[in-house]
């Protein structure tokens, strides 16, 4: 956690230098929100692998979720999909018993997939132990005549929130509560 607030303060700082071709541009800082605090906005992995447990890695496909309630970013725990014991430095999980079809190595929002497997946002919540529906995200229910607003590279997704593919470099973001700007895209690492 600490890394990521020193991350937010470098970011900041950075910005606040007046220049965009150096810092973050003004348009991107309008748009971030803060982690939220607090245990809701930090859930533990706690729910079962999804597909065979296997004890390496192996090659995987990502896809970036991200998940907002009460204009605040909800973290996807680090470990979801592995089984303890688990190894790891910085945040990041380095090494776990076995890994699912689906797995977090870090509170990213980055989501392993195993090439071919055809999983949905509500495999990704059922492994993470967490709810989803079109009420409810974790333990956050949409306001009064409202549902939860799923976007798709920055498209508006129309079907229940849970029926998301989990799509080869897809962004996903998920949100209950006031509006936040989806983002289109998402910078994924090489590999994945």
């Avoid at 800082?29 to 999804?50: D, E, K, S, T, Y």
């Avoid at 999980?93 to 946002?121: E, F, K, M």
């Avoid at 409810?136 to 590279?153: K, L, N, Y």
């Avoid at 998920?174 to 289109?184: I, K, Q, R, W």
Wanted: positive net charge; aromatic residues 6%; hydrophobic residues 40%.
């Amino acid at each position: 956690m600490r890394t990521l607030s020193f991350t937010a303060a470098a970011a900041l700082l950075l910005a606040g230098c007046g220049s965009t071709d150096r810092g973050i541009p003004s348009s991107l800082l309008r748009q971030a929100r803060p982690i939220g605090r607090g245990v809701a906005f930090h859930p533990a992995a706690r729910g079962p692998v999804i597909g065979p447990c296997k004890a390496a890695l192996g090659a995987r496909e990502a896809t970036h979720v991200e998940v907002f309630a009460q204009n605040r970013v909800v973290l996807l725990a680090a470990g979801i999909g592995t089984v303890a014991p688990r190894s790891s430095f910085a945040g990041r999980i380095t090494r776990a018993r076995c890994y699912g079809a689906l797995a977090t190595l870090d509170p990213t929002g980055l989501v392993l997939t195993r090439p071919g497997s055809r999983l949905t946002v509500s495999d990704l919540f059922r492994s993470w132990g967490q709810t989803i529906s079109r009420r409810q995200i974790a333990s956050f229910h949409a306001p009064a005549g409202t549902e939860v607003a799923v976007f798709v590279d920055g498209r508006s997704w129309r079907g229940a929130p849970g029926s998301v593919p989990l799509s080869r470099h897809a962004e996903i973001v998920l949100e209950v509560g006031p509006h936040v700007p989806p983002h289109a895209s998402y910078h994924f690492p090489p590999g994945t």
